[in-house]
């Protein structure tokens, strides 16, 4: 709970110092006082470890034998139903985007993700849906990139926002402008 009043009072501080310099009267001292004290406040902290950070990540290889692998995804939206299943929206197979100037096509149309994936994390089984049975509206939504997502626990609500993907047609790319809601539950 330190480090946000910490935050706080490193602004409200430097707000000081701030005022106290821009006084007009040139008196430098103040100034000088008021960021030594802001400095020894900050450092005077024993929670603070530079270079460190707050938590560790572990990974634990999975190994699924005689299941189908699942496909690289990047830039997807991601929720988590009741049985702890993953729900994964959107993204690309494609890997890191080629940077071709314009027209080039720097987001390959076919190596969009168009399925919906449910992944059962302690068996490895997972089943897909694919999107492109949807009406286009939600579909070349539910295929972009980089789309966002808010899975509201209290209601099972998952708000898809955005993303960047290919318009109907393929003509052009486009960044969506619209929300898509649906119950995870019964997507799950």
């Known amino acids: 709970m330190k480090k946000p009043i910490l935050k706080y009072f490193a602004l409200f501080g430097a707000s000081c110092f701030l005022f106290t310099s821009c006084d ?55 929720a988590v139903n009741q049985a702890g299943e993953i729900l994964v929206v959107g993204g690309r197979r494609q890997g890191l985007h080629t940077f071709m100037a314009a027209p080039g096509k720097n987001f390959i149309p076919d190596s969009a993700n168009n399925f919906l994936y449910v992944l059962n994390p302690e068996s490895g089984d997972f089943w897909t849906f694919d999107v492109n049975g949807l009406d286009d509206k939600l579909s070349v939504q539910l295929q972009s990139n980089n789309l966002q997502g808010y899975h509201d626990l209290e209601t099972d609500d998952m708000y898809v926002v955005g993303g960047y993907g290919w318009k109907a047609d393929g003509s052009d790319m486009k960044t969506f402008g619209s929300i898509i809601r649906f119950k995870v539950e019964a997507v799950t």
């Open 24 to 78: 007009g009267s040139g008196n430098s001292e103040s100034a000088d006082a008021s960021l030594q004290m802001l400095m020894q406040e900050t450092v005077a902290d024993p929670n603070i470890q530079p270079n460190v950070l707050p938590y560790t990540i572990e990974f634990v290889e999975q190994d699924f034998a005689n299941k189908p692998a699942l496909p690289g995804l990047q830039s997807y939206t991601s």
